[in-house]
């Protein structure tokens, strides 16, 4: 098993691009379409996700991306970079943002951050323990539920 994990981290490192779930690219389009400005946030190195951002053509939804890098090596702390870039100060992040994620962390952070969070179920994590954990604002089996969710959300 570690032979496995040591080769794919040699793949994902030499630029292997995965692909995304299928309801990303559709969602996000909607999402644009409608409006909703939108970036990711991940502890993944800045230099593997941008591969994988353009790669999968994200790039063509997402007006910017963070990862993981030597000044800021935890997603925690992008809520400032986040900020500056869309140019909010902290009672306008708190209001205008979203956390979506398929990680019970993620919702933790939504919390840490001050914002909504809404979880994405996964094959790999389980409603009911995300319900339990009771940090979610919202929850979607499938990211084409998202753009509805953030309407209401927004009473858009």
């Not at 800021?72 to 702390?77: P, T, V």
């Not at 140019?87 to 956390?99: C, G």
């Amino acid at each position: 098993r570690s032979s496995e994990i040591v080769a794919e981290w040699h793949r994902i490192n030499e630029g292997a691009v995965y692909p995304v779930y299928s309801d990303v690219i559709p969602s996000l389009q909607t999402l644009k379409m409608k409006g909703y400005k939108m970036c990711a946030s991940t502890n993944t190195l800045q230099p593997i996700l941008d591969r994988r951002i353009i790669g999968n053509r994200l790039n063509t939804y997402l007006d910017f991306w963070l990862g993981g890098t030597p000044e800021i090596i935890n997603k925690k702390d992008h809520k400032e970079p986040i900020k500056k870039r869309y140019d909010l100060n902290e009672t306008q992040f708190r209001a205008s943002t979203v956390l979506v994620g398929d990680g019970y962390k993620d919702m933790d952070l939504a919390k840490i951050w001050g914002c909504k969070g809404v979880f994405v179920v996964r094959p790999h994590n389980s409603e009911e323990k995300a319900i339990k954990q009771g940090n979610a604002d919202g929850i979607v089996h499938s990211l084409t539920e998202l753009p509805q969710l953030l309407d209401e959300i927004f009473h858009v």
